[in-house]
Protein backbone atom coordinates (compact mmCIF):
# COMPACT_ATOMS: atom_id res chain seq x y z
CA UNK A 1 0.00 0.00 0.00
CA UNK A 2 1.25 3.53 -1.00
CA UNK A 3 -0.27 6.94 0.76
CA UNK A 4 0.51 9.74 -1.51
CA UNK A 5 0.00 13.45 0.05
CA UNK A 6 -0.45 16.29 -2.35
CA UNK A 7 0.30 20.07 -1.20
CA UNK A 8 0.68 22.98 -2.32
CA UNK A 9 -2.46 24.29 -3.96
CA UNK A 10 -4.01 28.25 -3.08
CA UNK A 11 -5.48 30.79 -4.83
CA UNK A 12 -3.31 32.45 -7.57
CA UNK A 13 -4.55 35.04 -10.00
CA UNK A 14 -4.06 34.54 -13.44
CA UNK A 15 -0.59 34.60 -14.97
CA UNK A 16 0.50 33.60 -11.42
CA UNK A 17 2.47 30.39 -10.53
CA UNK A 18 2.22 27.36 -7.90
CA UNK A 19 4.02 24.47 -7.30
CA UNK A 20 2.71 21.17 -6.28
CA UNK A 21 4.66 18.60 -3.73
CA UNK A 22 3.63 14.97 -3.78
CA UNK A 23 5.36 12.58 -1.26
CA UNK A 24 4.91 8.84 -1.27
CA UNK A 25 5.02 7.28 1.81
CA UNK A 26 6.88 3.72 0.59
CA UNK A 27 10.30 3.21 2.01
CA UNK A 28 11.91 1.87 -0.94
CA UNK A 29 10.67 4.02 -3.42
CA UNK A 30 10.04 1.83 -6.82
CA UNK A 31 7.80 2.88 -8.99
CA UNK A 32 7.84 3.06 -12.66
CA UNK A 33 6.35 6.40 -13.07
CA UNK A 34 4.10 9.28 -11.10
CA UNK A 35 1.59 11.37 -12.70
CA UNK A 36 -0.56 14.40 -12.29
CA UNK A 37 -4.18 14.17 -13.09
CA UNK A 38 -6.63 16.99 -12.35
CA UNK A 39 -10.74 17.19 -12.29
CA UNK A 40 -12.76 20.55 -13.03
CA UNK A 41 -16.18 20.54 -11.21
CA UNK A 42 -18.52 18.46 -13.46
CA UNK A 43 -15.91 17.63 -16.03
CA UNK A 44 -14.06 14.27 -15.75
CA UNK A 45 -10.62 13.67 -14.20
CA UNK A 46 -8.07 14.09 -17.26
CA UNK A 47 -4.42 13.97 -17.66
CA UNK A 48 -1.69 16.75 -16.81
CA UNK A 49 1.64 15.37 -16.78
CA UNK A 50 3.61 11.94 -15.70
CA UNK A 51 7.01 11.44 -14.79
CA UNK A 52 8.86 8.22 -15.24
CA UNK A 53 11.10 7.00 -12.37
CA UNK A 54 14.29 5.53 -13.56
CA UNK A 55 14.54 7.13 -17.20
CA UNK A 56 13.21 10.52 -16.27
CA UNK A 57 11.12 10.59 -18.78
CA UNK A 58 8.25 13.52 -19.43
CA UNK A 59 5.16 13.60 -20.56
CA UNK A 60 2.46 16.49 -20.80
CA UNK A 61 -1.17 17.15 -21.83
CA UNK A 62 -0.91 19.59 -24.67
CA UNK A 63 -3.14 22.45 -22.70
CA UNK A 64 -0.11 22.30 -20.49
CA UNK A 65 2.97 22.04 -22.44
CA UNK A 66 5.47 24.85 -22.12
CA UNK A 67 3.36 26.17 -18.93
CA UNK A 68 3.64 23.18 -16.50
CA UNK A 69 7.54 21.38 -15.35
CA UNK A 70 7.20 17.75 -13.67
CA UNK A 71 10.26 16.80 -11.81
CA UNK A 72 11.59 14.22 -9.22
CA UNK A 73 12.98 15.41 -5.70
CA UNK A 74 15.88 14.24 -4.25
CA UNK A 75 14.64 12.12 -1.46
CA UNK A 76 13.06 10.20 -4.49
CA UNK A 77 9.95 9.69 -3.10
CA UNK A 78 8.40 13.20 -4.22
CA UNK A 79 6.92 14.76 -7.42
CA UNK A 80 6.80 18.02 -8.15
CA UNK A 81 4.45 20.14 -10.74
CA UNK A 82 5.67 23.77 -11.54
CA UNK A 83 2.63 25.51 -12.74
CA UNK A 84 3.38 29.02 -14.69
CA UNK A 85 1.30 31.59 -16.45
CA UNK A 86 -1.57 29.72 -14.54
CA UNK A 87 -5.43 30.51 -16.12
CA UNK A 88 -8.34 30.42 -14.90
CA UNK A 89 -9.12 26.79 -16.99
CA UNK A 90 -6.82 25.34 -14.77
CA UNK A 91 -8.70 25.36 -11.67
CA UNK A 92 -9.40 22.08 -10.65
CA UNK A 93 -8.79 19.88 -7.80
CA UNK A 94 -5.20 18.20 -8.68
CA UNK A 95 -3.99 14.71 -8.19
CA UNK A 96 -0.91 12.86 -8.02
CA UNK A 97 -1.04 9.57 -8.91
CA UNK A 98 1.51 6.12 -8.65
CA UNK A 99 2.17 3.49 -11.39
CA UNK A 100 3.72 0.61 -9.37
CA UNK A 101 4.57 -1.20 -12.95
CA UNK A 102 4.69 0.32 -16.25
CA UNK A 103 3.25 -1.69 -19.45
CA UNK A 104 0.43 1.03 -19.50
CA UNK A 105 -0.37 4.31 -21.00
CA UNK A 106 0.14 7.05 -18.34
CA UNK A 107 -1.93 9.28 -19.98
CA UNK A 108 -5.13 7.48 -18.49
CA UNK A 109 -5.94 6.75 -15.34
CA UNK A 110 -5.92 2.86 -15.33
CA UNK A 111 -1.71 3.37 -15.56
CA UNK A 112 -1.84 4.23 -11.83
CA UNK A 113 -1.94 1.85 -8.70
CA UNK A 114 -2.62 4.32 -5.79
CA UNK A 115 -3.74 7.98 -5.73
CA UNK A 116 -3.30 10.97 -3.46
CA UNK A 117 -6.60 12.73 -1.83
CA UNK A 118 -5.86 15.97 -4.09
CA UNK A 119 -5.49 19.85 -3.64
CA UNK A 120 -7.07 22.29 -4.80
CA UNK A 121 -6.03 24.96 -7.46
CA UNK A 122 -8.02 27.89 -8.19
CA UNK A 123 -6.99 30.77 -10.27
CA UNK A 124 -9.00 34.29 -10.87
CA UNK A 125 -9.61 36.33 -13.82
Known amino acids: QVTLVESGGGLVQAGGSLRLSCAASERTFSSY ?40 GNAKNTVYLQMNSLKPEDTAVYYCAYSATGGRALGTIR ?13 SS
Open 33 to 72: AMGWFRQAPGKEREFVSAITWRAGNTYYEDSVKGRFAISR
Open 111 to 123: GYDYWGQGTQVSV
